[in-house]
């Protein structure tokens, strides 16, 4: 006795000869968070050509732009990575987009906060105040006037302040051997500063390194 083939069962012996359909989503496809840490070694020639992961490489541009205090480049790249980000990734973008600019432009409160609500560990007050510091020495771009001149006078008190310290400590060095001649203090004076100054830039690059791996870290586990 042969029962009437049902509808389900024509629908379903229809898709038994089907080839099952291509995923066009990986399940564990990596998400542009994630996929920061394996790009963070790569050029930002290299960056600029990533397609596979648009949203990453353009934020960690951002990231490095924000780190030479480009806050016009950081801010262009955070809009390309956010607008190539899925949905539920732009709100993290956001947040470093916010503590990227906060830092290029210099602005030590706002990178404050916007770190925190990254979830990371603030800033210390000593690398607060140095960025307060920087933001009068070297004023954002689109500043004042008068910041910018406020900018250069600050420079030239504070060399003033230097070879006037070099000079000082030249003469003082020297008078065990009888004292040095004017013209000699100031030359010596100089030299001192050059020095120290160069020591200074050496252990300010190492700091920022390591500065900058444990910012790449955090961003490739978040």
């Not at 989503?25 to 020639?45: G, I, N």
């Not at 949905?87 to 830092?103: C, I, K, T, V």
């Not at 560990?121 to 406020?150: C, K």
């Amino acid at each position: 006795m042969h029962w009437p083939r049902t509808r389900s069962c024509r629908r379903t012996s229809r898709l038994r000869g089907v080839p099952p359909k291509q995923r066009q989503v990986r399940v564990e496809q990596k998400s542009a968070l994630a996929a920061m840490q394996r790009l963070e070694t790569r050029s930002d020639e290299e960056l600029m050509a990533e397609t596979r992961h648009r949203s990453a490489a353009q934020a960690l541009l951002g990231a490095r732009a924000a780190e030479r205090y480009d806050a016009k480049a950081a801010r262009e790249h955070f809009q390309k990575a956010i607008a190539a980000a899925r949905p539920q990734e732009r709100m993290q973008l956001r947040r470093m987009a916010d503590a990227s600019l906060a830092l290029a432009e210099r602005r030590a409160d706002d990178l404050k906060v916007a770190v925190e609500r990254l979830g990371q560990e603030a800033p210390t007050g000593r690398q607060l105040m140095l960025l307060r510091f920087m933001g009068l020495v070297a004023p954002p771009a689109g500043s004042g006037v008068g910041r910018r001149i406020r900018g250069i006078a600050i420079i030239l008190a504070i060399v003033i302040a230097l070879v006037a310290i070099g000079f000082g400590l030249a003469n003082l060095v020297a008078l065990p051997f009888g004292g040095i001649s004017t013209a000699g203090a100031g030359f010596l004076g100089l030299l001192i500063i050059v020095i120290v100054l160069a020591v200074m830039a050496l252990l300010g690059r190492r700091r920022q390194k390591a500065v900058r791996a444990k910012a790449g870290a955090a961003r490739g586990g978040g």
